[in-house]
């Protein structure tokens, strides 16, 4: 079974900020939290990773409370290219990933 | 980044036959590598575990005998669909963790490109 939580879809329009949050209410704590991307026949792509706090990357920003039990990836200005799947994840190095169902970002000129 | 590559990228088989999916890791080892499947619009679904040296683990109703999967070397692993049918039909994808140099702390997990199935 998946361990987080996602909206099942979401709409922008480009220039947008787009703000997803994920639910991981069992993260352990050694558990790292990774967003993914996916496009269309393609493998997943690392966006993001970060354990509390806030990471900021050339791509997004990640905010994690300090009970960890939620995340929220920031993309800032979405482009149409940025349509794709997002994942959330929640893991220690060397283990499986169990995917959900992860956010349909859709995003519209 | 690590790289991941998978081989075919596609491949077209008819019902019955076997095909053979390679994975692998081209700028560092692996000693375990995974295996997904993903159906249209579907989430990915951890298929097994690749273990350099020894069985693979496979998940819950996944056929062992069906989807053989061998990890050879520190590179390589391969997935054979043994006997494939038309619900064998899907995109499957295999991954590996690699920690870069300067990470925070939490290894990356890097995915092939995948390898689109389709059984006639």
């Known amino acids: 079974l998946a361990k987080t939580t996602q909206p099942i879809s979401m709409d922008s329009y480009e220039g947008q900020e787009v703000n997803i949050t994920c639910s991981h209410n069992?993260?352990?704590?050694?558990?790292?939290i990774t967003w993914y991307q996916q496009f269309p026949s393609q493998g997943p792509r690392f966006i993001i990773q970060?354990?509390?706090t806030k990471v900021t990357n050339e791509v997004a920003s990640l905010f994690i409370p300090a009970d960890r039990k939620s995340s929220t990836l920031s993309l800032p200005r979405v482009s149409l290219s940025d349509t794709a799947v997002y994942y959330c994840l929640h893991s220690q190095a060397g283990t499986a990933l169990i995917f959900g169902k992860g956010t349909t970002l859709s995003v519209s000129s | 980044g690590a790289v991941v590559s998978q081989h075919p990228s596609w491949v077209i088989c008819k019902s019955g036959t076997s095909v053979k999916i390679e994975c692998r890791s081209l700028d560092f080892q692996a000693t375990t590598m995974f295996w997904y499947r993903q159906f249209p619009k579907q989430s990915l679904m951890l298929m097994a575990t690749?273990?350099?040296?020894?069985?693979?683990?496979?998940e819950q109703g996944v056929e062992k005998d069906k989807f053989l999967i061998n990890h050879a070397s520190l590179t390589l692993s391969t997935l054979t669909v043994t006997s494939a049918h038309p619900e064998d039909s899907s995109f499957y994808i295999c991954?590996?963790?690699?920690?870069?140099?300067?990470?925070?702390?939490?290894?990356?997990?890097?995915f092939g490109p995948g390898t689109r199935l389709t059984v006639l």
């Open positions: 970060g354990y509390k």
């Open positions: 991954s590996a963790w690699a920690r870069l140099a300067g990470g925070i702390g939490g290894d990356e997990q890097f």
């Open positions: 069992n993260i352990a704590t050694n558990d790292y």
């Open positions: 690749s273990n350099e040296g020894s069985k693979a683990t496979y």
